[in-house]
């Protein structure tokens, strides 16, 4: 069960009936509306949460509040609350992200942000978003998010932070854009005239303006002081002489004034007041189980202490949630710990306390709270299972600050103990994305199971250790050790603890399939889904089919690929994680094969989402940038794709992904073959491992021997590995080399085998992509009566790829009209002329054109015999006449 809302983080406190109006201090803040952010930043005591309450109550806009705490600096748990405070305004603001924040692959920050920044552009009013106690924030993911908000903020948004000290935002840079307004401690600060306010009418104590005037001077207008005097002015007949009898810094009148009102209330309150200050926030029946108080007067103490003034905000408009002022609270949890350790036999213990505040939070399903309250009792076995949590472990729904830092707190000694903790601590680290020291972790793990006797629970301890450290070796391509890994935790693994013997039958796949070992991968994918749907685990049933699928792709089954990547984005549903990309992946390049280009295109735009929730910290973008150059390339956007292609290639040299670099180059190679830069691609041929562009290459230069003797060498290593999609490719080819060497029955056998092997999974672009060539050879097989179905349909899709590309060029004017020329001239030799005509010579347009001398002196030829000419001149003056340039 997911983690509840705490409502009262994102309720905008109700101001007083008796509060001072502050007109100044209001007009300021609606003056700053126009600017990006109001900055109210003072100390404790000086009324700001007050000032922002009293200002939302009175301004007719849409407001939202969140007011934070020491847990908030987790980026999930962070924009969780940010994303539900928003949803009281509008709930379609963030409504497609809000979800997958509590999955197990939540998605990039950055995505989250764009997404949230588009919502909040799109609602038609302006939206005040207040955020208190920033000065709780020590992480510098939760700063990077609101400087990233306030650089791309809408201009129907503005932020209102509420702290003790300056957050680490770029407040210096809005403040020279004239963007930020600052409220702080000496405009906070009461005036006497709002002092003699606040002691005449607010609270009736009649003083005089003598007396407000020493109260004023002595608390330097601090307003926690005065009311603080106040509540205790109450209780003294003679006023004048106590207003006389303090002075000093604001800590000692702190302390001396919460003393006069704890020890005016009676012994019932003092205790409850005591008791209830462990807690962040306050209901009656958590106080009720923390006092283990049978007669249910929680409530009614909340309601005498708010009546009293006694610093007991309420957080919701029911009354049902409060929290201490700070100040108060900090004092009376220096004065519990102070009772606790003078009177050792004390009915109550703090230990005891938070173990009840534990249980409490745990039976309401506030499982951070009842862990963060059982780590304060020390009660290590009660945090340990509320970590593990009933499916989901604590630190993968977003709680990894507080479970990573309880770690930290731990002594060896105690993680020795019970060496599942170093595990524990691992998996956390792991989650979090801290991968460097993990490997220590499960070291020291590993030492601590070796003082125990060998049993089940130690094996499967052992079996988890394994697994962890199969994850981090696939997130860097060491295939050897994730299957190792994998084999391991499968080999210790308890036969019952399915879920993590699926996870390591999933961990086996994918170390086989970067191994490229395909029905081994196939298989160990098939278990974990066997598995998975045994226990219902969704997710690991949705990442195996993924693998599954794809490995199904490989194979050339084209439809059930198809059915098992639609399965596993059933599974996920509407989750919003970043493996999905993985199926879109498939999907995309199932389409393109299919010669479907709109849903590839489809596909590859749902694949470039989901890979962009990995904060491109994983290539699967890459990837996608990759096939989206090859699309454009088959929709003739020569010049798109070579874009693409560049700014990838960039990409993968900035981020180390060494992995897809011949992948890139490969297709970077094809656009060169297509633009006849064959010196461009021998130079990449060498310095990549490229065999079907070698053979390109060879074809492109007519030395078909060449380009068959490696050929044969692929078919060899194809055929040992079952390689079907990659044996296809290179039947295709081959078919191709013996058509251009005049072997015509060879280059029929060959397509022959390629056609028997593509027909399955209907195969389209694989023919297409290869051009006239390879329609002569499907025309002269249709005529032999190979698979006469098949080849026509290809043939027809032939045809429709010349009608489409024919479209394409009338409408960028590359046909303007028709050539009165029984061979028409090529794009390329149309080019060529065009800067013959302007007077440039071979080797200049061979630099131009970035093309090897020899291929433009060849152009050359082939346009002249077009012409019926046999000189340059004479070719431009044939093209003029008839009306080519």
């Given at each position: 069960m997911p983690e509840q809302i705490l409502t009262t983080k994102i309720y905008i406190p109700l101001p007083g009936s008796k509060v001072i109006a502050r007109q100044r201090l209001i007009d300021k803040l609606?003056?700053?509306?126009?600017?990006?952010?109001?900055?109210?930043?003072?100390?404790?005591?000086?009324?700001?949460?007050?000032?922002?309450?009293?200002w939302l109550a009175k301004i007719k806009k849409p407001a939202a509040m969140l007011s934070l705490d020491?847990?908030?600096?987790?980026?999930v748990r962070f924009l969780t609350y940010f994303i539900s405070a928003l949803q009281i305004i509008s709930k379609n603001i963030g409504k497609s992200v809000l979800a997958s924040l509590q999955t197990p692959q939540p998605p990039s920050i950055d995505s989250i942000l764009t997404s949230l920044v588009n919502d909040i552009s799109s609602y038609k009013n302006k939206i005040i978003f207040v955020i208190d106690d920033y000065h709780v924030i020590d992480s510098k993911p939760i700063d990077d998010i609101l400087t990233f908000l306030l650089e791309n903020q809408?201009?129907?948004?503005?932020?209102?932070?509420?702290?003790?000290?300056?957050?680490?935002?770029?407040?210096?840079?809005?403040?020279?854009?004239?963007?930020?307004?600052?409220?702080?401690?000496?405009?906070?600060?009461?005036?006497?005239?709002?002092?003699?306010?606040?002691?005449?009418?607010?609270?009736?104590?009649?003083?005089?303006?003598?007396?407000?005037?020493?109260?004023?001077?002595?608390?330097?207008?601090?307003?926690?002081?005065?009311?603080?005097?106040?509540?205790?002015?109450?209780?003294?007949k003679d006023k004048e002489n106590f207003i006389k009898s303090f002075s000093g810094s604001h800590q000692f009148i702190l302390d001396y004034l919460v003393e006069e009102v704890l020890n005016r209330q009676t012994e019932e309150i003092q205790n409850f007041l005591l008791y209830t200050s462990i807690l962040e926030r306050?209901?009656?029946?958590?106080?009720?189980?923390?006092?283990?108080?049978?007669?249910?007067?929680?409530?009614?103490?909340?309601?005498?202490?708010?009546?009293?003034?006694?610093?007991?905000?309420?957080?919701?408009?029911?009354?049902?949630?409060?929290?201490?002022?700070?100040?108060?609270?900090?004092?009376?949890?220096?004065?519990?710990?102070?009772?606790?350790?003078?009177?050792?036999?004390?009915?109550?213990?703090?230990?005891?306390?938070?173990?009840?505040a534990s249980k409490w939070y745990e039976e309401n399903h506030y499982e951070t709270d009842a862990f963060c309250h059982a780590t304060e009792a020390n009660d290590i076995e009660r945090a340990v299972r509320?970590?593990?949590?009933?499916?989901?472990?604590?630190?993968?729904?977003?709680?990894?600050?507080?479970?990573?830092?309880?770690?930290?707190?731990?002594?060896?000694?105690?993680?020795?103990?019970?060496?599942?903790?170093?595990?524990?601590?691992?998996?956390?680290?792991?989650?979090?994305?801290?991968?460097?020291?993990?490997?220590?972790?499960?070291?020291?793990?590993?030492?601590?199971?070796?003082?125990?006797?060998?049993?089940?629970?130690?094996?499967?301890?052992?079996?988890?250790?394994?697994?962890?450290?199969?994850?981090?070796?696939?997130?860097?391509?060491?295939?050897?050790?994730?299957?190792?890994?994998?084999k391991k935790a499968l080999?210790?693994?308890?036969?019952?603890?399915?879920?993590?013997?699926?996870?390591?039958?999933?961990?086996?796949?994918?170390?086989?399939?970067?191994?490229?070992?395909r029905a081994l991968a196939s298989k160990s994918f098939s278990e974990a889904i066997l598995i998975s749907e045994k226990i219902g685990a969704h997710f690991m049933n949705a990442c195996a089919a993924i693998g599954l699928g794809e490995m199904q792709f490989y194979q050339s089954d084209l439809f059930t690929a198809t059915e098992t990547q639609k399965k596993a984005l059933r599974l996920l549903d509407d989750m919003t994680v970043p493996v999905a990309c993985e199926a879109h992946r498939t999907l995309a390049q199932i389409f393109y094969q299919w010669n479907d280009l709109d849903k590839a295109h489809y596909h590859a735009d749902k694949w470039m989402e989901f890979a962009l929730l990995y904060d491109k910290v994983l290539d699967r973008y890459i990837m996608c940038e990759i096939f989206l150059a090859r699309l454009n390339l088959a929709l003739k956007d020569t010049i798109k794709a070579s874009a693409i292609i560049k700014k990838t290639i960039v990409s993968i040299n900035q981020n180390n992904f060494a992995y897809r670099q011949n992948e890139a180059t490969e297709v970077q190679s094809l656009i060169f073959l297509r633009q006849d830069k064959l010196k461009a691609v021998r130079e990449l041929v060498k310095t990549h491992n490229l065999p079907f562009i070698e053979?390109?290459?060879?074809?492109?230069?007519?030395?078909?021997?060449?380009?068959?003797?490696?050929?044969?060498?692929?078919?060899?290593?194809?055929d040992k590995n079952f390689w079907q999609k990659e044996r296809l490719e290179v039947l295709v080819l081959e078919a191709l080399s013996h058509w251009m060497n005049n072997s015509k029955d060879k280059a029929l056998k060959a397509i022959g085998e390629a056609l028997a092997l593509a027909e399955p999974g209907k195969f389209v672009r694989i023919f297409i992509d290869e051009g006239k060539v390879m329609e002569d050879i499907l025309l002269e097989a249709h005529k032999n009566g190979t698979m006469v179905n098949y080849t026509e349909k290809l043939l027809k899709e032939f045809k429709a790829e010349k009608l489409k590309n024919k479209s394409i060029d009338l409408a960028e004017g590359k046909e303007q009209k028709e050539q009165p020329l029984i061979d028409p001239l090529s794009q390329r030799e149309l080019e060529i002329l065009k800067l013959i005509a302007d007077g440039l010579s071979n080797r200049k347009i061979s630099e131009q054109l970035f093309l090897e001398l020899s291929t433009i002196k060849s152009h050359n030829q082939n346009i002249f015999g077009k012409l019926g000419v046999e000189r340059r001149t004479e070719a431009v003056a044939r093209a003029r006449e008839l009306g080519l340039i």
């Open positions: 609606n003056a700053g509306v126009e600017g990006k952010l109001s900055l109210v930043c003072a100390h404790a005591g000086y009324g700001k949460t007050t000032l922002v309450a009293r020491h847990q908030d600096n987790e980026p809408p201009p129907n948004m503005h932020i209102v932070i509420a702290t003790r000290e300056d957050p680490m935002l770029p407040l210096a840079k809005l403040r020279a854009k004239g963007q930020l307004s600052e409220i702080r401690a000496d405009k906070l600060c009461f005036t006497e005239d709002e002092a003699s306010d606040f002691f005449n009418e607010v609270m009736g104590l009649n003083i005089s303006k003598k007396d407000i005037h020493t109260l004023e001077e002595r608390t330097e207008g601090w307003i926690a002081g005065l009311q603080l005097a106040a509540l205790s002015i109450q209780n003294y306050l209901s009656g029946s958590l106080c009720d189980a923390v006092l283990s108080d049978k007669l249910g007067k929680g409530q009614e103490n909340l309601e005498f202490l708010q009546n009293a003034n006694l610093f007991l905000i309420p957080l919701d408009n029911e009354r049902k949630w409060f929290r201490y002022h700070h100040l108060f609270r900090d004092f009376l949890r220096k004065h519990l710990q102070k009772k606790f350790t003078v009177k050792k036999s004390e009915k109550f213990n703090i230990i005891e306390l938070h173990l009840r509320l970590i593990k949590g009933k499916g989901m472990p604590l630190y993968v729904r977003g709680a990894f600050i507080p479970v990573i830092d309880w770690f930290k707190s731990l002594s060896k000694e105690e993680l020795d103990k019970n060496p599942e903790l170093w595990l524990m601590y691992a998996s956390a680290l792991l989650a979090a994305g801290h991968t460097s020291s993990i490997e220590e972790k499960l070291i020291s793990a590993e030492k601590a199971l070796e003082k125990h006797e060998m049993n089940e629970e130690v094996k499967n301890l052992l079996g988890s250790v394994a697994s962890c450290r199969a994850t981090i070796g696939f997130s860097k391509y060491q295939h050897d050790i994730v299957i190792k890994e994998a080999e210790y693994l308890h036969p019952q603890n399915l879920l993590h013997r699926a996870t390591a039958h999933f961990q086996l796949g994918m170390g086989y399939m970067q191994k490229e070992e053979v390109r290459l060879f074809l492109a230069e007519k030395n078909t021997a060449s380009a068959l003797t490696l050929l044969d060498k692929l078919t060899k290593k194809f």
